[in-house]
């Protein structure tokens, strides 16, 4: 045992050693210890440096709240965690763990400097200082700042641990297992009611399970021996489940909340066999009883961040949880009884202890305890300053003034190696508040407590403000059974004996003989902000909470201000002179304590992030060396590279072929919806721009689709099957929304429509063959088909069999040449186009992929929707004025052409553009300008699709001007990093205006 | 996350559904008939109640029926669920 380990515990198992290192060096601890406990028994307070000014700082909490104790665990492996907090992690053996943000080492830190120049560097100092000359910022300012700021180091390899999703349904939830959630949980589960109940730490019990002053009475036990007893009780009930190391991340609305256990972070690396490391809990829950406890406030004075600084309460759970004395010769300084029952333990121990209270007497059961074993007490008094740079090794006192505004009389100096301290209790309001609950300021006890009103959760314990044991027991006990609707239980009857404190006295910022400006009085530890910086941001004019919280950082660090924002308020509420009640409270926001992407995302990683879809030829273009492009969810062949092409020469390749033999492409991917119903012709006129009325049967029809507010929203050509039967295709990326939008108008504004719309994208593959020689493909595979222009015309369709399976032809065309699309039903996809590729070889046909798609339709000044239009574009600016009917009264979108806003001319319209030198190919997306030499330049449009035309030996491009329609033959730039490229406006359909190949 | 009374389906989670904005906004009968200013009022004005609010709501990732919900914005409280056809309840 080392010299700090002065006591046994049934929580640590001393015979079992446990060895870890810390900043490289090895240490011993034991079972049972959290990093926290075990350095302190090794006497190691200093554990790392402040974030801004680079102080030492030691552990100063047993629990989450704690803001300076943060390690690196793990270093320079793929296992490594930044921002872990020693007193949540459970010691394990060959824990590995290192202190962050000091450089370069925690005992010799350069960052240092900051400390000696902080007066320079007041809260707002970056935001003030790093913005002239403009130009230092990225070369001078940043790289500095990053170097010398900053947690910890996130690590640089993917994360091999395995994470989890559980949902969960329950009557009723128990959030914390100190003793209020114990007394809920066992109510509950007693009562048939199925029941979780969380707790964040490996053991149940809470604060009291620690608690072994003969003042706390319960049932004429100690009130940890009872709760100890209740515990096992507990673990017998079967309609319980108790999660242990799983803490509360969220609370939604509708009872809905997150929940992260940690499963394996506290085995040894060789123990953890592949298992879970943590699971995120789902859960719904018809009841909520929230036990979250409250935790322990600092006090502000000067210097109160030295190491070996540590919140009074903490240094009693050290001492009689883990068996460590965080000093030898301790001193408390508090303003409330709760601090003497640490003084009690340590003297009953042997260990030396002093207090200082601010208030001026307390006629408590524990006070008298403490006054009566010979402790000795200043009273009325405060500390003033602190000495000792990595540890704390004096103080010095003064007595404070009447009102407890200023101090008086002479300074007093006593040596120590351990200060506890406290300042009261904050109730943990946060879940309550998370869930949407509202919170009334109380002040007596200066706190926030929740108000309530939710039907579907309560507070009970010291999260409701209930501070006393004997109020904790009793109210738990009655509101529980109020919220759930029970008669009796077994705490009914109960007995608890308590030391009740009668005199309470709270000070924000202890008044000192310098001002505020020369004090370092911290408030919030990790991110450095001290009451100086507060009042700066006040007198700064700064006044909302919300603003001052941001300006100074306060309450923003990882700890997100547990320990802080209460000062904070108090401290802004007494400068400005107001209520701390009417200032409300910065919003608490989920999650409670950080949590890991992993546990965020669970199994949805690698190929579970999100799903592919495939085309059922998809095989085949992954034999044949396909590069594959990525259309919503869909993996769409790209190109087809041969003999280490790149995407230009392929693309050149497979375009060329196309117009002078055949092509084919997989379009499975278009969205497809069947219509049917004795309204469906009606139905498309209404949400079409053109007529559909007298479409034949077995014809086909290109149709452009529009939001109400006039813009261009999808296309497609559809068919007409049957009398009331239409296959619609839409585009790949927007098959699901047009479905939605349709199925929105079908059931809201046109309910009397007989129309039933099916998604059967997924139900027909298509391969589409087009090229002079394309017809001659379709014969060879269905030779008994007569594919005369007569018969087949272009923009018809008909049913046809091939090996047997009935099939669709559709005759119709994206890129301008003679082509035809096969549908066939999915499972089949695939043969049909091995055949289509076998009776194509004696024409070369050639497999192409989306690019040339792209490429040819731009030739042939196809828009594609979501490429040349950006939600903005109307039919009238892409100049498909041929496709609006004049004639139809309405469709959607019909009425916002005519706003004044849409008929403007000098909206931006869709031209060509050449360049004049026909080798240079524009950026899709570069600006194009009119004057160069005026400025500002004005930008007057974009372009939005630019390829090299192999077919007209070319450079060409689609792209969006203002009033661009009637600029033909106009001369505009591209200004590009290095150069300006002249254009020309020209006509947007550069190959076969008079639409010939189409029946070549 | 509420959870919702889906009138087709019963109580599902909000992950569900899709919300669709004010409700009771009746698409006009004769658009061509009216002034640029009458027409985006339907187009464009809509409200963002702090309090009860009527609501479209779409069960996206169930029946895929849109009906209309009551919700108090101020605590996601739903007050009612009712099918297109229906009245509004009075709340």
Known sequence: MTKYRINKTRFVDQTKTVSFTFDGKKYHGFEGDTLASALLSNGIHLVGRSFKYHRPRGIMSCGSEEPNAICQINANTDLTEPNVRATEIELYEGLKASSQNCWPSLNFDIGGINNLISPFIPAGFYYKTFMWPKSFWKKIYEPLIRLSAGLGKSPTQPDPDIYDHKHEHCDVLVIGGGISGIISAKIAAKNNLKTILIEDKNILGGSTIYQNNKNFIIDNQKSNEWLMNEISELEKLDNLIIKSRTSLAAFHSYNYLLAKENISDHLPLDKKNGSIRQRLWKIRADKVIVAAGAIERPLIFNNNDRPGIILANSVKKYLDFYGVSSGLNNIIFTNNDSAYETAVSLFEKGISVKIIDIRKKSSSNIVKNAEDLGIEIYWNSTVVNTFGYKKIKSIEIMNLSEDGSNVTGNKHKIQCDCLSISGGWTPMVHMHTQSGGKLDFREIDQVFVPSEKSENHINVGSCNGDFELEEIVKNTNNKVKKFLNINESGFDKISVLCSKELEKKNIWLLPNTISDGKTKSFIDFQNDSTAKDIKLALREGFKSIEHVKRYTTTGMATDQGKLSNMHALGIIADTAGVKMGSLGTTTFRPPFTPLTFGAIVGRSVGKFFDIVRKTSIHEWHVQNNAKFENVGQWKRPWYYPINNENLHEAVQRESKAARDSAGILDASTLGKIDIQGSDASEFLNRVYTNAWSKLGIGKCRYGLMLNEDGMVYDDGVTTRLGENHYLMTTTTGGAANVLSKLEDYLQTEWPELDVYLTSVTDHYSTASICGPNSKKILKKLFPNKDFSDEAFPHMSYQDAIIDKIECRIMRISFTGELSYEINIESKYGKSLWENCIAAGEEYKITPYGTETMHLLRAEKGFIIVGQDTDGTMTPIDLQMDWIVSKKKYDFIGKRSLYRSDTMREDRKQLVGLLTDDPNEILEEGAQIVSELDKKPVEMIGHVTSSYFSPNLNKSIALAVVKGGKKMNGQKLFVPMENKNINVTVSDFIFLDKENKRINA | ?91
């Open chain 2, 1 to 91: 996350m509420f959870v919702i009374n889906c009138p087709y389906c019963g109580e599902r989670d909000q992950s569900e559904f899709s919300c669709g904005g004010e409700a009771h906004i009746v698409r006009p009968k004769q658009p061509t008939e009216l002034s640029d200013d009458e027409w985006a009022e339907y187009l464009f004005m809509r409200k963002n109640i702090k309090g009860v609010q009527f609501e479209r709501w779409n069960h996206a990732h169930g029946c895929r029926k849109w009906f209309n919900m009551v919700r108090d914005t101020s605590n996601d409280k739903i007050h009612a669920v009712y099918k297109m056809d229906e009245k509004p309840p009075v709340i």
